[in-house]
């Protein structure tokens, strides 16, 4: 990947227009902590991709390393939600998500 551009702080910004393939490939390659650990993926992302600023990295790795995975409350809510049948989706989610159902991963 070629950076052409700049940031406001005169580190490298990303090219604009890129599929999440490449988004994640690039925070790996710009944000060392990437490769070993998903929560300094998760904000390396936010903050190359200018979600979070560089000075509020710290403190929000910090709340993600001592919280659960976002993935262990997705996969309790859908055991809470299709195997007991308890705390139903709204009418429109419940909806959209039968329609995904078996669309295939996202791009």
Avoid: C
């Avoid at 903050?47 to 919280?67: I, P, S, T």
Wanted: glycine share 6%; net charge neutral; proline share 7%.
């Amino acid at each position: 990947m070629s950076i052409s551009q700049l940031d406001l702080f005169g580190g490298s910004a990303p090219p604009t227009g890129m599929k999440m393939q490449n988004r994640v490939a690039y925070v790996l390659e710009n944000w060392p902590e990437a490769p070993d650990d998903d929560n300094a993926l998760f904000v390396g992302y936010l903050v190359l991709f200018g979600h979070l600023r560089r000075d509020e990295a710290e403190r929000w790795q910090k709340v993600l390393d001592n919280a659960p995975s976002f993935e262990t409350l997705r996969r309790r809510r859908q055991e809470l939600q299709n195997d007991l049948r308890a705390f139903r989706a709204s009418e429109p989610v419940r909806e959209w998500r039968e329609a995904r159902a078996g669309a295939g991963p996202i791009r």
